[in-house]
């Protein structure tokens, strides 16, 4: 029997129009399936609509939440993916799909990810975090790549190969967050992995894919169509491995609920960690979704899954 499933898009970060895509295509999804969907959306100024368009507020959405059996909360970024929505369906008392507050509001905050990712022996790059404050007095002596600490979908994400390139990556970065991390240039294969946490503490990993892009895979490129994905990614058995259990390892020590795309550079030296998202962009064309029907799970399938397991 279908659940009544409350499916939350847009939100307030710079990742708005992707989330209405991953909205959309879960609705579709969990009709397909039997499911009786509840459609709202989040305004760029954070006022709450339905299905029709027509304002609730945010009492109304409460109300309209306390109607569902389970939420589906496909906001990316800060004011969603980062625990926001989370807290709201705990306050609610609406099981939902994903990872909850902590581990949505650490796995958005990049830097707090890798002090996470270190402590349990995941590498990652080497890098500083500055402030507004501290960004003019730092030099430049290296290639590095800036960006934001906590933003979405490569806002304000630049490389640097030149001295002269720093302060504008510093100021487009700082336009997006008033924390900016600055890493090293990893040089490998750029291999993302996708974790699912069952309700019986199991963890299921699909196959993984490989983003294969001429240069830095920026906002530009994410969306262009000009980046491949191979899936599966042509691994040998000890990559593979390797990816996985540093995957697995990071999702768990972050405390990640759901599905959630664990982001890599393969080098020579093993898998460096770059990033966690803990609500990956979710059209049947994204990755987390290419990823497991490569597996054997078609997209329908598994948003069905999801939202049982919610439930569960």
Not at 18 to 25: D, K, P
Not at 130 to 156: D, E, I, M, N, Q
Not at 177 to 189: A, K, N, S, T
Not at 234 to 262: F, H, N
Request: proline share 6%; aromatic share 4%.
């Amino acid at each position: 029997m279908g659940a009544r499933v409350a499916v939350v898009g847009g939100g307030q970060s710079c990742e708005h129009e992707v989330s209405l895509a991953s909205a959309a295509a879960a609705v579709e999804a969990l009709r397909s399936v039997g499911h009786e969907v509840v459609a709202m959306t989040i305004d760029p100024d954070g006022g709450w609509r339905d299905a029709h368009g027509s304002s609730l507020g945010l009492d109304g959405a409460v109300r309209v939440l306390s109607t569902c059996d389970v939420a589906l909360p496909a906001l990316h970024g800060p004011r969603g993916e980062d625990g926001t929505l989370a807290a709201l369906c705990e306050l609610a008392g609406l099981p939902y799909v994903g990872s909850g507050v902590r581990a949505g509001a650490l796995a958005m905050d990049k830097w707090t990810t890798k002090l996470v990712a270190g402590a349990v022996g995941v590498a990652t790059a080497p890098g500083v975090l500055l402030t507004a404050v501290a960004a003019p007095g730092h030099a430049w002596t290296r290639p590095v790549v800036v960006k934001p600490v906590a933003a979405g979908s490569s806002h304000g994400v630049s490389l640097v190969r030149t001295r002269d390139e720093l302060a504008p990556a510093l100021a487009a970065a700082l336009a997006v967050d008033d924390r900016v991390l600055v890493e090293d240039v990893v040089v490998g294969r750029e291999v993302d992995v996708a974790v699912l946490g069952r309700p019986d503490g199991s963890r299921v990993v699909p196959p993984a894919l490989e983003i294969v892009v001429d240069g830095l895979f920026d906002l530009g490129t994410k969306y262009d169509g000009t980046a491949r994905f191979l899936v599966p990614a042509p691994l040998t058995d000890a990559e593979s491995d390797a990816l996985r259990a540093a995957a697995v390892t990071v999702y768990d020590a972050l405390g990640c609920a759901g599905v959630a795309r664990v982001d890599f550079f393969l080098t020579a030296d093993g898998p460096v960690l770059n990033e966690v998202n803990t609500m990956p962009g979710f059209t049947a064309h994204s990755q987390v979704p290419r990823m497991f029907a490569a597996g054997g799970t078609p997209y329908p399938a598994l948003v069905d899954l999801l939202v049982r397991d919610a439930l569960a």
